[in-house]
């Protein structure tokens, strides 16, 4: 007879009840570097396992609502769908710029989004704006990566142009939610210089293709293009002043570049316990 043995044991089993970054943290605290580096690690590595099968899922559902119900559907419902978030992100940004100026919404963008977006991007500043390149964006930058939109099976394009995307024509489906939800909601609801932030390039065309956004520090300094190409005009609206002066050290924008488990992991690297847990405290507080 074959005896039962068991897999596991309990300190396994309690390990299994516990999100990675509470399981680095402990290690931490016990001053132990080599498992902190590992439950951070595995952080790093596991986090695209659920990431991307809804990022391709939710691609694959918008190109079955198109082919579906038609392209001006799809556009409605987009458009019905991100009012609201749209909103409540811009009701955020005003309370950060209030508090800490156009910085609190920068690192709050870092922190809360592209840190935890799985994309690869950096972050630079000249005297009027944050300059921030996805190479590719987590989202539908990922997706042109991977070659989804290629092929008979390919995820679709929204083939007619418009505010919704920027005046282009075959805008992949999943960056077409970026106008209303970034641009011509906040600008709609509350006026110019409202734009999360506007988007320059203003979208990937093909694999490789970088997305880039910028954040102006003054919405004054908004160029009237980028009111055009989601069918608006920019207003006489005054703003106040703002010194042109940079406001992140090289230092800064090159940490802001990177995501919290390379931080937390480059501070491991050189026994940095307490800037370790700040950052893993960071990812848990953002997650």
Known sequence: MTENKRFY????LEEFSKQNMELALESIERGDIERARYWCERTKVTAGYLHEPILFGIAGMATYIHERWGEESFVA????????SAAELYEKKQELVKEKGIRGHVEFVVDYMWRHHLGVYTVDEDDEKIIFTHKPCGDGGKIIDGKGYEGPEGFARLKNAGPHTWGKENVPIHCARCTWFHEIWPVHL????????VHASPFPENPGDPCVHHIYKNPKDIPEEYYRKIGMEKSKKDFPPIKKERIL?????EELSKDFMELALAALEKGDLEKAKHWCQKHQATA
């Open 249 to 253: 050290t090289d230092e800064e924008a």
């Open 77 to 84: 419902l987009t458009k019905e769908v991100v009012r609201q």
């Open 190 to 197: 509350f006026g110019d210089g409202a734009q999360l932030w």
């Open 9 to 12: 044991t309990d300190t396994e």
